[in-house]
């Protein structure tokens, strides 16, 4: 197993590697682009011509797509190789191998089962269609044909009568397995598959500045409750825009986090991937770690106020988490809040149809997405609770005058 400092130096291996990857796609591109587009248009100005060189260009353009594809693939398998430690590795395989198999038995049968009827139901249906466009080919002119119309019902068919089994199978999976598998995290979380954390709790964030631009949200895979001394709640959200066209953009997939912060404050302050955002509120922070601010951007509405939350211990565990987990991480501390965003690309908590469930390493990607919950907890070291926040003798108002913050950073 390896140690903490060996996975930040293994993910930070990975992550020079993702940059070459995605300096040499661009280029790929941009060459199949050239050769597919500029070769024809000089062909023809020129008027030279020569099959030789045709073939060899239109091979070489399906050796670029070739090497398109297998650099996105190296890319996808980088992206999903990065490692956290999970300190409780054998007990998860025990888990796994005691109670979860036997539960995900009567599921994969399930599974294989819904696989088969739309399997039969969809070779019924294109029969249908095959007898019902010739039943109808007398009736139509020549060269037309009802065939694409049958097969477009068909389709729509075949997706409403799966898509209830389907529900009902990827409910049960949520129920029985990923239930236990967030008790194995911590006993206290309680799991609610179809809860989530709702909007106008996301609103006070002040991120939306950062994410403009959406106009949908929706949130599931809700957990709550405490971990330590701080409680906790974490939901999967997914927030979209949509054109004028239909079409539709994912500005931010991943976890949603908000948790009960150590120490007391007032305002918002809130800290983003290193960039050039524009903000309608608050004031770019600067800061006296120059390693923090190569990654991030903070912005607050009090710099005081910012510099006592944002402590150099604080930042030195935040960029030690976002070495260790290496994803896109957003924090926005507000009115003795802590809220944070970790972007995943794909569907967190949903089971396979299409392959088999029986697998130990979904089950251990499962844990280590939700570990992330506790991963905050004990790497941002919220559980030391500074002056005693919360206990009924203590007077925020202390905390909170700016004169009193401003001494505490001097000393």
Known sequence: ?????????????????????????????????????????AHDIFEFSSSRVDNIIAIFILFLFFLLTIFGWYR?????????????EIQLKEF????????????????????????????????ISIISSIFFAPYLKDGESTLPVFLILSVIILLLISSGSISSYKKKF???????????????LIYYPYKGISYHEFQVTELEEYWRGFDSWSS???????????????????????????NSETVFHGLFFIFDFNKAFEGFTVVVPKGNYYWNSGELVKLESPEFEQ???????NQI?????LSPSLMQRILKFKYQSHRTLYLSFVDGKLYIAISFSKLLFEPRVFSTLLD????????????FAKSIVEELNLNRRIWSKGSPSFDPKVVLRQDDLHGMIEK
């Open 1 to 41: 197993m390896k140690t903490q400092a060996e996975i930040i130096v293994y993910n930070k291996g990975i992550d020079t590697k993702l940059k070459y990857v995605n300096v040499i796609i661009p280029m790929v591109f941009g060459l199949s682009f050239i050769l597919l587009f500029g070769y024809p248009i």
């Open 174 to 188: 949520k129920t029985e397995i990923i239930r236990h598998i967030v008790a194995i995290l911590d006993d206290s």
């Open 220 to 246: 599931e895979d809700y957990v709550e409750g405490m971990l330590g001394k701080t409680s906790v709640k974490f939901s999967e959200i997914d927030a979209e825009y949509h054109d004028d066209e239909g």
């Open 305 to 309: 106020t910012a510099r006592y939350i």
């Open 295 to 301: 990654e991030f951007s903070v912005y607050s509405d």
């Open 76 to 88: 996808d398998n980088l992206q999903e190789s990065y490692l956290i430690k999970i300190d409780k």
């Open 360 to 371: 130990y390493e979904i089950y251990r990607d499962y844990f280590t997405d939700m570990l």
């Open 96 to 127: 796994y191998a005691n109670y979860l198999k036997p539960k995900l038995n009567p599921l994969e049968k399930q599974r294989k089962n819904i696989l088969l009827n739309i399997f039969y139901i969809g070779i019924g249906l294109l029969a």
